[in-house]
């Protein structure tokens, strides 16, 4: 077992500034020698690879920006690291049809070094996922999958990476919310190790053969330090006070989309993207840092380097194009850059192009399934009380989440669904644009389309439908659907559940968070976010029960 010497923290000048020290093994760098290394990392892009419709963010402007931030450095004569801490798949239809080979090949481009794997990249076939790790030129880390019921990992545990004579070790760790909530069918044969131990046992690896000056996790766990926190697993900062005092210098984190930038040590993440003065998280000596999502922005962290003490001197969250939306003048929508533009990378753009119609192509070919007649959203006969009634696409989208989570009970709203499936062959596309208006990632906030459910007493559920049976106007307006008999009449006053049963509630991530007329039921210990999205719950349907009789999914006369 290696022993860790003690860090110290000094130097609180202007910025905080972190000290740490480890005894090496062997002394490769020089005395006196002082180090600059900057480290840049992303996460969670989600196949974020063309920028949005309204010009946010993509590869082809993160390519400018890192290759300027390196240009910089360089010249002062520092070198650069660029890593990202997973999820790259799921999101955006034109990355996912393309099993997000343009995402990897961009990233190649831009001069990406490691990833981890997230849970999301288990959205696909383990097959699939090898066939990306063939494509990209950068290693996919993950020291805590393993096949189950053996000792081999499924991936590398770390790399070394060696900047201007510095050994910088990262590992990679994935979050345990991977086998938890993602697609039974593709981790059902891997395992999900306790990310402190293997860091542990990584780092033991490591050092045998190996003797790193710097040490970073590059984690896929998330930050379990904000009110909104709801990982499940275990997140960063648990990992940072379980770990050694002095096994890792760094922790680059994902999962959970936080921005973290806290104003000053020991205060909590605004998780607000007021780009200067801000610093990453600081924990047992460890620094914890995470760059939102989607691509939107770039965190940036100065390191040097003297006597085996390292030092962060600076540390930014640069947005990329990232835009803010607010409204102005009227009430009329503003939407404008936090920061300057970046013009996107002729190169990138280049090579993007090279998949737009392959991608365009795919997308009108994707044919998910077949329906007999119209699977309407509005509901032709409708009520003269204003009442929005059911249709046979609420019902088939509602049947869908029943299925993926065994509930007794869904939930969603209206405004979840914006154009009808037509008869015929159905395609993912129409899906997507049926359940989401997705034509740019930013227009519907991807944390708030994902199936989530929870197991609820009797007496937990009659409160959840209080709080919805509290606004007359809006409990005419929710579909829902059961199987269960107690559970027919849930709106209106006297709702009769079975004293003795648990209740499985299904619903989208949005009516968990405790806004509008829903209760808060996301802090509940039984709360599962399956972090899968409805698009892709309902093309699992689909494409199982194929072909679909729309006469199957008739409304309940209400
Ligand atoms: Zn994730």
């Given at each position: 077992?290696?022993?860790?010497?003690?860090?110290?923290?000094?130097?609180?000048?202007v910025?905080?500034?972190?000290?740490?020290?480890?005894?090496?093994?062997?002394?490769?760098y020089?005395?006196?020698?002082?180090?600059?290394?900057?480290?840049?990392?992303?996460?969670?892009?989600?196949?974020?690879t063309?920028?949005?419709n309204?010009g946010?963010?993509?590869?082809?402007?993160?390519?400018?920006l890192?290759?300027s931030?390196?240009?910089?450095?360089f010249?002062?004569?520092?070198?650069?690291?660029?890593?990202?801490?997973?999820?790259?798949?799921?999101?955006n239809?034109?990355?996912?049809?393309?099993?997000?080979?343009?995402?990897?090949?961009?990233?190649?481009?831009?001069g990406?070094?490691?990833?981890t794997?997230?849970?999301h990249?288990l959205?696909n076939?383990?097959?699939?996922?090898?066939?990306?790790?063939?494509?990209?030129?950068f290693p996919f880390l993950?020291a805590n999958?393993?096949?189950?019921?053996?000792?081999?990992?499924?991936?590398?545990p770390?790399?070394m990476?060696?900047?201007?004579?510095?050994?910088?070790?990262?590992?990679?760790?994935?979050?345990?919310?991977?086998?938890?909530?993602?697609?039974?069918?593709?981790?059902?044969?891997?395992?999900?190790?306790?990310?402190?131990?293997?860091?542990?046992?990584?780092?033991?690896?490591?050092?045998?053969?190996?003797?790193?000056?710097?040490t970073?996790g590059?984690?896929h766990?998330?930050?379990?330090n904000?009110?909104?926190?709801?990982?499940?697993?275990?997140?960063?900062?648990?990992?940072?006070?379980?770990?050694?005092?002095?096994?890792?210098?760094?922790?680059?984190?994902?999962?959970?989309?936080?921005?973290?930038?806290?104003?000053?040590?020991?205060?909590?993440s605004?998780?607000?993207?007021t780009?200067?003065?801000?610093?990453?998280?600081?924990?047992?000596?460890?620094?914890i840092?995470?760059?939102?999502?989607?691509?939107?922005?770039?965190g940036?962290?100065?390191?040097?380097?003297?006597n085996?003490?390292?030092k962060?001197?600076?540390?930014e969250?640069?947005?990329v194009?990232?835009m803010?939306?607010?409204?102005?003048?009227?009430d009329?929508?503003?939407?404008?850059f936090?920061?300057?533009?970046?013009?996107p990378?002729?190169?990138?753009?280049a090579?993007?192009e090279?998949?737009?119609?392959?991608a365009?192509?795919?997308?009108?070919?994707d044919?998910?399934?077949?329906?007999?007649?119209?699977?309407?959203?509005?509901?032709?006969?409708p009520?003269?009380?204003?009442k929005?009634?059911?249709?046979?696409?609420?019902?088939?989208?509602?049947?869908?989440?029943?299925?993926?989570t065994?509930?007794?009970?869904?939930?969603?709203e209206?405004?979840?669904?914006?154009?009808?499936?037509?008869?015929?062959?159905?395609?993912?596309?129409?899906?997507?644009?049926?359940?989401?208006?997705?034509?740019?990632?930013?227009?519907?906030?991807?944390?708030?389309?994902?199936?989530?459910f929870?197991?609820?007493?009797?007496?937990?559920?009659?409160d959840?439908?209080k709080?919805i049976n509290?606004?007359?106007?809006?409990?005419?307006?929710?579909?829902?659907?059961?199987?269960h008999?107690?559970?027919?009449?849930?709106?209106g006053?006297?709702?009769?559940?079975?004293?003795?049963?648990?209740?499985?509630?299904?619903?989208?991530?949005?009516?968990s968070?405790?806004?509008?007329?829903?209760?808060?039921?996301?802090?509940?210990?039984?709360?599962v976010n399956?972090g899968?999205?409805?698009?892709?719950?309902?093309?699992?349907?689909?494409?199982?029960?194929?072909?679909l009789?729309?006469?199957?999914?008739?409304?309940?006369?209400?």
């Amino acid at each position: 077992m290696l022993i860790y010497k003690n860090y110290y923290i000094g130097c609180f000048a202007v910025f905080l500034l972190g000290l740490s020290m480890l005894p090496k093994i062997s002394m490769a760098y020089e005395k006196d020698k002082t180090y600059r290394v900057t480290i840049l990392h992303t996460n969670d892009h989600h196949g974020a690879t063309w920028a949005s419709n309204i010009g946010e963010a993509g590869l082809a402007a993160r390519m400018t920006l890192i290759e300027s931030i390196k240009k910089d450095v360089f010249k002062q004569g520092g070198d650069v690291i660029l890593l990202d801490a997973g999820d790259f798949n799921t999101g955006n239809p034109f990355s996912e049809v393309l099993l997000a080979e343009p995402d990897i090949k961009g990233m190649n481009l831009i001069g990406y070094e490691a990833m981890t794997i997230g849970d999301h990249e288990l959205d696909n076939p383990l097959s699939a996922l090898k066939q990306q790790e063939q494509w990209a030129d950068f290693p996919f880390l993950s020291a805590n999958i393993y096949h189950k019921g053996t000792n081999t990992r499924v991936f590398k545990p770390f790399t070394m990476l060696n900047k201007s004579g510095l050994n910088i070790a990262v590992v990679g760790l994935t979050t345990e919310d991977l086998t938890r909530f993602s697609y039974i069918e593709y981790t059902d044969n891997l395992e999900v190790r306790s990310p402190v131990d293997e860091t542990i046992k990584a780092i033991d690896e490591l050092h045998s053969s190996q003797s790193p000056d710097i040490t970073i996790g590059l984690t896929h766990l998330g930050y379990d330090n904000t009110a909104k926190s709801n990982t499940k697993g275990l997140g960063d900062v648990t990992l940072a006070n379980s770990l050694p005092t002095g096994m890792l210098d760094f922790i680059i984190g994902g999962h959970s989309h936080d921005a973290i930038c806290i104003p000053e040590p020991n205060t909590q993440s605004t998780n607000n993207k007021t780009v200067n003065k801000c610093l990453p998280d600081f924990k047992n000596n460890i620094w914890i840092m995470q760059a939102g999502e989607l691509g939107r922005y770039v965190g940036r962290a100065d390191i040097e380097f003297i006597n085996g003490k390292t030092k962060l001197v600076h540390y930014e969250l640069i947005p990329v194009n990232h835009m803010n939306e607010y409204l102005g003048h009227d009430d009329a929508p503003v939407i404008e850059f936090i920061s300057s533009p970046i013009t996107p990378s002729k190169k990138m753009q280049a090579l993007l192009e090279t998949y737009y119609e392959t991608a365009i192509n795919k997308l009108n070919n994707d044919t998910v399934g077949f329906v007999d007649e119209t699977l309407e959203n509005i509901n032709p006969a409708p009520d003269p009380s204003g009442k929005r009634k059911q249709t046979h696409l609420s019902q088939l989208i509602l049947t869908a989440m029943i299925e993926k989570t065994g509930a007794d009970l869904a939930i969603i709203e209206p405004q979840n669904i914006s154009q009808s499936i037509q008869a015929g062959n159905i395609l993912y596309d129409q899906i997507r644009y049926a359940l989401m208006p997705w034509g740019g990632f930013r227009i519907i906030d991807l944390n708030e389309t994902k199936l989530v459910f929870v197991d609820l007493t009797a007496k937990e559920l009659e409160d959840y439908l209080k709080v919805i049976n509290e606004n007359p106007y809006f409990i005419d307006q929710i579909f829902t659907l059961t199987n269960h008999p107690s559970l027919r009449n849930i709106k209106g006053k006297n709702i009769q559940l079975d004293k003795n049963k648990k209740y499985r509630l299904a619903t989208l991530e949005a009516y968990s968070l405790g806004k509008a007329s829903y209760a808060q039921i996301n802090h509940h210990p039984n709360f599962v976010n399956t972090g899968m999205l409805i698009s892709k719950v309902v093309r699992d349907y689909i494409e199982k029960n194929s072909p679909l009789k729309a006469s199957d999914y008739t409304p309940p006369i209400e």
